[in-house]
């Protein structure tokens, strides 16, 4: 089985810094695609950034210029650096782990992390 762990969330005054990660721990060979969501008090969840296994990124329109995403070189480790913090940016933050095979079957599984909190004051 694999799990995430995840780590880094926090309180930080509007214009501050936040770093979260997210370690899949488990006997992994792969993972297509690791990132992070979020989800706002009442609001659907929504994509926050993504990389895929071939290093290229996706980062959510307001969160471009202020947020970055990086992958470890073994696959298994997503870091969110966040700066510039907006009040508007307070949310639960998911870490995601999409496509991971971790059995001789090859199949694909899909896992989240239990949520971070994030909160960010004006």
């Known amino acids: 089985q694999v799990q995430l762990v995840e780590s880094g969330g926090g309180s930080v005054q509007a214009g501050g810094s936040l770093r979260l990660s997210c370690a899949a721990s488990?006997?992994?060979?792969?993972?297509?695609?690791m990132g992070w969501y979020r989800q706002a008090p009442g609001k659907q969840r929504e994509l926050v950034a993504r990389?895929?296994?071939?290093?290229?990124?996706y980062i959510e329109d307001s969160a471009r210029g202020r947020f970055s995403i990086s992958r470890d070189s073994a696959g298994n480790t997503v870091d969110l650096q966040m700066n510039s913090l907006k009040p508007e940016d307070t949310a639960v933050y998911y870490c995601?782990?999409?496509?991971?095979?971790?059995?001789?079957?090859?199949?694909?599984?899909?896992?989240w992390g239990p949520g971070t909190q994030v909160t960010v004051s004006s």
């Open positions: 995601f782990a999409f496509g991971t095979i971790w059995s001789l079957d090859n199949r694909k599984y899909d896992y």
């Open positions: 488990g006997s992994i060979f792969s993972i297509d695609a």
């Open positions: 990389v895929w296994s071939d290093g290229s990124t």
